[in-house]
């Protein structure tokens, strides 16, 4: 009995039609770019309202208010760029809770020594609002502990850089943009800092990095540690509700003491 043969053209043209189809360029894996942050502007053109929102004043705390360079904690006055200070200002805050009250005046570049103090001593640091009785747990992180946190293998790496021109909201995958394209992500507006716009840029990423559970702000080293606390407001959908569980607080690394008898630099 004769078997029908498939010709070898034909039998060659049948493989090659079985063959997978080329795979996806590797562009095609990039995740979708984040979508444009627009404020919601009034007629004119003034910054929307925004509620405080925060924890509740945290009571059995030591508080610790600023003043420039120096600190007052009780009635001990303490300035921490001064090594005697220092040491002095370590042990009264050594495994205590500590509430920093800003004034209107202290920049985050004057805070180095006292912020590495709090960060090396204290068992927990909080930043009280100016305008409300509303405050932040703060995780400190100097530049270097910056750095080894996005390093760190793990998605979204969320940060709010705070300039003086307004929010840049960045993440591993880009940053958010705004109204211009070039500009920062929430823009300061009327000479204001916008909050409510914040605060709805922070939800969307959230909605975007849903595993996220931590934030850093990083606020220029010549911000007003009052406006990084109003800043921090914006973490929050409401009161004591924050969008990231943990919020990090970038603060200058402090500049080595001088030696004695060592060239000028060194």
């Given at each position: 009995m004769r078997m029908n043969r498939?010709?070898?053209?034909?039998?060659?043209?049948?493989?090659?039609?079985?063959?997978?189809?080329?795979?996806?360029?590797?562009?095609?894996?990039?995740?979708?770019?984040?979508?444009?942050?627009?404020?919601?502007?009034?007629?004119?053109?003034q910054?929307?309202?925004?509620?405080v929102y925060g924890e509740p004043v945290p009571g059995k705390v030591l508080r610790v208010e600023l003043a420039g360079e120096a600190v007052q904690l009780g009635g001990e006055?303490?300035?921490?760029?001064r090594p005697g200070d220092q040491a002095r200002l370590r042990e009264r805050?050594?495994?205590?809770?500590?509430?920093?009250?800003?004034d209107a005046d202290t920049f985050l570049v004057q805070t180095s020594e006292l912020l590495a103090v709090l960060r090396e001593s204290a068992s927990e640091v909080w930043l009280l609002h100016p305008d409300a009785p509303a405050a932040y747990r703060l995780v400190l992180r100097d530049e270097q502990g910056f750095q080894a946190w996005l390093a760190e293998a793990a998605p979204g790496k969320l940060r709010i850089i705070q300039r003086?021109?307004?929010?840049?909201?960045?993440?591993?995958?880009?940053?958010?943009?705004?109204?211009?394209a070039n500009g920062p992500s929430v823009p300061v507006r009327g000479g204001k800092q916008d909050i409510a716009?914040?605060?709805?840029?922070?939800?969307?990423?959230?909605?975007?990095?849903t595993t996220s559970e931590d934030i850093c702000l990083v606020p220029s080293f010549g911000?007003?540690?009052?406006?990084?606390?109003?800043?921090l407001g914006g973490v929050y959908a409401a009161p004591g509700e924050p969008y990231f569980e943990t919020l990090c607080f970038i603060y200058p690394t402090p500049r080595a003491p001088a030696v004695a008898g060592a060239p000028a630099g060194q």
């Amino acid at each position: 009995m004769r078997m029908n043969r498939m010709p070898w053209a034909a039998l060659v043209l049948a493989v090659g039609c079985t063959q997978e189809k080329p795979a996806e360029p590797l562009s095609s894996l990039k995740p979708a770019p984040l979508p444009a942050l627009v404020a919601e502007e009034d007629a004119r053109f003034q910054v929307a309202p925004a509620e405080v929102y925060g924890e509740p004043v945290p009571g059995k705390v030591l508080r610790v208010e600023l003043a420039g360079e120096a600190v007052q904690l009780g009635g001990e006055r303490f300035v921490p760029t001064r090594p005697g200070d220092q040491a002095r200002l370590r042990e009264r805050v050594k495994e205590q809770g500590v509430l920093l009250v800003p004034d209107a005046d202290t920049f985050l570049v004057q805070t180095s020594e006292l912020l590495a103090v709090l960060r090396e001593s204290a068992s927990e640091v909080w930043l009280l609002h100016p305008d409300a009785p509303a405050a932040y747990r703060l995780v400190l992180r100097d530049e270097q502990g910056f750095q080894a946190w996005l390093a760190e293998a793990a998605p979204g790496k969320l940060r709010i850089i705070q300039r003086q021109d307004g929010f840049e909201l960045t993440t591993s995958v880009g940053k958010l943009p705004g109204p211009d394209a070039n500009g920062p992500s929430v823009p300061v507006r009327g000479g204001k800092q916008d909050i409510a716009t914040l605060r709805k840029g922070l939800g969307r990423l959230k909605g975007r990095f849903t595993t996220s559970e931590d934030i850093c702000l990083v606020p220029s080293f010549g911000t007003e540690l009052a406006q990084a606390a109003r800043a921090l407001g914006g973490v929050y959908a409401a009161p004591g509700e924050p969008y990231f569980e943990t919020l990090c607080f970038i603060y200058p690394t402090p500049r080595a003491p001088a030696v004695a008898g060592a060239p000028a630099g060194q």
